[in-house]
């Protein structure tokens, strides 16, 4: 919402010496949020005049152009030549003249230069050129009576002013109006407020008013409608009231059009402007009937709902109320007689047929946010009467108005409801002034000490409709920054659940091993599943969809943190960063098939325990995962060493960081799962049970999503990891010497490292402290399809230093073993 100050000032008693960002800093306390304070006609400067035309000639030229050179009166003992290649002005008219060191709008410097023949000192201005509208096409003719020459052009043409642009928030629909912008001023400057809506203005409504019939009241509580005649439609606009709703951001039409926005924009009251002429019986609301269409003002035929909220005449649908009108009865030039429409229509209704057509207007923004329900009668007759004065002819006896608003609600509460909600003393007469400062209607019952108040909220305000919505409404009026800061007091005995001391612990280490941490969006959709190449009868293709999602290219929620941690990695990688190690800590999405349907709770009390265990067994299981991505090189080039590429190898690092952290033994094993590469998969196992996978992703999958060759990613559950936990014990810490021993092992190629390993680590028992692998060898020296592992075996005893023959032994029961469970061969033997 754009508000000019000069507008405001209307309403409210703003000292002079006041600014724009004053204004804002005393909204900006109360809660609004003003975006910016934008200086308007700032950028023009020097001498800009008021000038009459005194004479001028018309001088063809050669490239066929035809200029004027015009002698123009601006006050001065002599007249100015000017050269104008316009045409639209004549003799005796008032100009706009930027004299020689006047700049216009786009640094645009004027000076005194010969063209054309002549010496032109000074220009004759379009409205574009001034920055006060959009024609070019000739220059601004002012009426005469608006100055004389010599005159300072700024005032006339309400050149500056200061606009506050306001993002009004979806609870505070009254904000969408100059009336509800300078309630708002008056209270947080602590100055008078005069309300737009005067009681003068009410309408005279008899049954001579034109016919109107409301056939779905739910929809529309109230329907005001006032007909002017003898409207001049040639009529201008005042220049004032052009510019205003040009600085509220809209663009001006014709009168009679801009009078309906001037309006809107005023009370926040959405108007529609009908030709009489053009109607054909009374005016009806009612929903859509099946295969209705509508040609809305827009130039688009519209297929209708039957949930749509229509108004009608004896011709059918003429307009999509509270969204846009039809274009059979809309106001033309050549409109003289005018039924001006105000009406409130349901908050819901409005949203659901702007969303439904893709369609949102300036009325359809008001009315889903919450229209003051009392002020409709005034609105219409407030356009009726700036009609009048502007267009001339007259109103006709008797206004039409329909239904009544419905009664705001009473809300008991108790005296220091907001002082307990904010934390610190707020004085009685505190919490009643505030309320009554903001419309509401204030009655206080109780002893001293103990009492209570009935609050009737004013009409504009639906959004204060319980206890603490009057707590909130006192508290931002007093000022947030008043409220104290307190630290809340940890409850003793307490601390983080294992399940968050896992979390914190995975995102510790991890990002400690060079992985930046990612929120993804938990929505995917078909193409995703598509893109990671999963079969048809993959259960993670088994989504839930939503009802209402924010796209609907992704309407399911993820059942796996891929697709998100991807997209972003696409999305770096698309703006240059290709050395990515991204991991995202989130919850994935099951559906359970035997799932109940979600009950539908109640609003006007809490749940019950039966109620809110039935909402639990609907949701979904919502397991917690890990998961990474690697693209790029792992290690980057340095003076010392060559980058290493990211591969499946760190992916599986990672997981092992992770299982590390939990406290679990991971081991690991080949297998073929989407989306990795079908030789680069390993399969994640803790106590024998699946808990994710890792390895590099499948080259369709990278091409899919634009990652650099050999991405590699790992996904892990975390809830597994955590069912594995055990109490983690203290290490002991032998102070006797180690023993090493190096083994190298010949096994077919087929045979996983991890078998091998786990061999080793079963044959030697208790004395093995650690098993690692430093070097797979395959080649001529071998056996085709064969490879030689090497481990370096570390043997170390509690009590004692071990012997020769102990270590000897020990080795050799490894080997033995890897030999018995793996065909292992001891190379050199």
């Known amino acids: 919402m754009r508000v000019p100050i000069s507008w405001l000032r209307e309403y409210v008693d703003l000292p002079a010496s006041i600014t724009g960002r004053e204004v804002a800093d005393a909204l900006i306390r109360v809660g609004l949020e003003v975006e910016t304070v934008e200086s308007v006609g700032a950028d023009v400067k020097g001498p800009l005049m008021l000038g009459r035309v005194l004479e001028f000639v018309e001088e063809p030229q050669k490239n066929g152009k035809t200029i004027r050179w015009c002698q123009v009166d601006v006050g001065a003992a002599e007249p100015r030549g000017i050269v104008c290649g316009a045409r639209n002005f004549a003799v005796g008219d008032l100009v706009v003249v930027a004299l020689p060191g006047t700049t216009l709008p786009g640094d645009f ?29 000739g220059i601004l003719v002012l009426d005469p009576s608006d100055g004389t020459p010599g005159d300072d052009a700024a005032p006339v043409l309400h050149l500056r002013d200061e606009v506050l642009d306001i993002a009004v928030t979806p609870d505070r629909g009254y904000t969408m109006s100059v009336r509800g912008i300078a309630r708002e001023a008056a209270t947080a400057l602590g100055l008078a407020f005069s309300d737009p809506v005067k009681p003068e203005l009410a309408p005279n409504v008899s049954d001579k008013g034109y016919p109107v019939r409301v056939d779905d009241t739910a929809g529309c509580a109230v329907f005001a409608a006032v007909t002017v005649e003898g409207f001049d439609p040639a009529a201008p606009s ?26 809107m924009l005023e009370f926040g009251q959405p108007i529609h402007g009908y030709d009489r002429s053009r109607l054909a019986g009374p005016i009806v609301v009612r929903r859509a009937e099946p ?23 004896d011709s059918g649908p003429i307009g999509l109320a509270g969204v846009m009108g039809g274009a059979t009865t809309e106001l033309s030039d050549t409109t003289t007689d005018v039924v001006i429409e105000a009406a409130h229509f349901d908050a819901v209704v409005i949203a659901r047929t702007s969303r439904r057509h893709k369609l949102s207007s300036e009325a359809s923004k008001r009315f889903e946010r919450g229209v003051d329900t009392a002020i409709q009668g005034y609105a219409a007759q407030r356009v009726a009467e700036l009609l009048v004065s502007i267009g001339g002819g007259r109103i006709l006896d008797g206004a039409t108005l329909i239904g009544t608003p419905p009664p705001a609600p009473q809300i008991t509460i108790p005296a220091d409801h907001a002082a307990r909600v904010a934390g ?41 409709a ?13 000022g947030y920054d008043t409220v104290p800061s307190v630290l809340p007091v940890a409850p003793p005995g307490r601390g983080l659940t294992s399940d968050q001391r896992l979390r914190r612990t995975v995102g510790r280490v991890l990002a400690g091993a060079g992985y930046v941490e ?46 998100g941690l991807l997209a972003i990695a696409r999305r770096n990688v698309g703006r240059g960063f290709t050395d990515l190690a991204l991991f995202e800590l989130g919850v994935v999405f ?112 990278v091409e899919a999503y634009g990652l650099p060759p050999r991405a590699a990613a790992m996904e892990l559950q975390l809830d597994r990891l955590e069912a ?83 270590v000897s032994a020990a080795k050799q029961a490894a080997v033995d073993e890897a030999a018995r469970r793996t065909h292992a061969v001891q190379r050199g033997t």
Request: proline share 9%.
């Open 109 to 137: 410097t004027i000076t005194a230069r010969k063209t054309y023949g002549h010496v032109s000192d000074g220009m004759i201005c379009s409205t574009r050129e001034l920055g006060v509208g959009d024609d070019h096409d």
């Open 238 to 263: 005042p220049r004032w009231l052009q510019r205003r709703v040009q600085l509220a951001g809209m663009r001006p039409i014709s009168a009679a059009v801009d009078v309906t926005n001037y309006v």
């Open 291 to 313: 295969g209705e269409k509508l040609q809305t003002l827009d130039g688009a035929t519209r297929e209708l709902d039957p949930e749509d909220l229509l108004i009608t005449d």
């Open 424 to 464: 610190y003393p707020i004085p009685v007469e505190v919490f009643v002034r505030r309320l009554e400062e903001v419309g509401c209607v204030v009655e206080t019952r109780g002893e001293a000490g103990a009492e209570r108040l009935t609050v009737t909220p004013p009409s504009w305000r639906p959004d204060l």
């Open 466 to 478: 319980d206890p603490n919505d009057l707590a909130e409404e006192v508290i931002r009026l007093e």
């Open 518 to 563: 990612v929120l993804a969006y938990p929505f995917v959709g078909e193409a995703d599943f598509d893109r990671l190449r999963l079969p048809a009868d993959d259960p993670r293709r088994q989504a839930l969809r939503l009802a209402n999602p924010l796209s609907e290219e992704e309407p399911l929620l993820r059942t796996t943190l891929l697709p």
């Open 590 to 701: 099951r559906p359970r098939p035997d799932a109940p349907a979600a009950p539908r709770l109640p609003v006007d009390r809490r749940p019950s325990e039966e109620e809110i265990a039935a909402l639990d067994a609907a949701l979904p299981d919502q397991p917690r995962r890990v998961g990474v991505v690697l693209t790029g090189d792992r290690q980057p080039a340095g003076w010392q060493s060559t980058a290493r590429s990211a591969t499946w190898a760190d992916a599986i690092q990672a997981a092992r960081i992770v299982a590390e952290a939990a406290g679990v033994e991971l081991s690991v094993r080949a297998d073929e799962h989407a989306p990795w590469h079908p030789g680069r998969c390993a399969a994640l196992l803790v106590d024998g049970r699946l808990v994710g996978h890792a390895g590099e992703l499948h080259p369709k999958v």
């Open 724 to 806: 594995s936990m055990r109490p983690v014990s203290a290490p002991q810490v032998s102070t006797y010497p180690p023993a090493k021993e190096d083994v190298a092992l010949i096994v077919d190629a087929a045979v996983p490292v991890a078998d091998v390993e786990a061999a080793l680590r079963d044959g030697v028992g208790d004395l093995l402290e650690s098993v690692r692998l430093f070097d797979v060898y395959t080649g001529a020296q071998i056996e085709a399809g064969t490879k030689s592992l090497a481990f370096a075996l570390r043997f170390r005893a509690p009590d004692r230093t071990l012997t020769d023959a102990e």
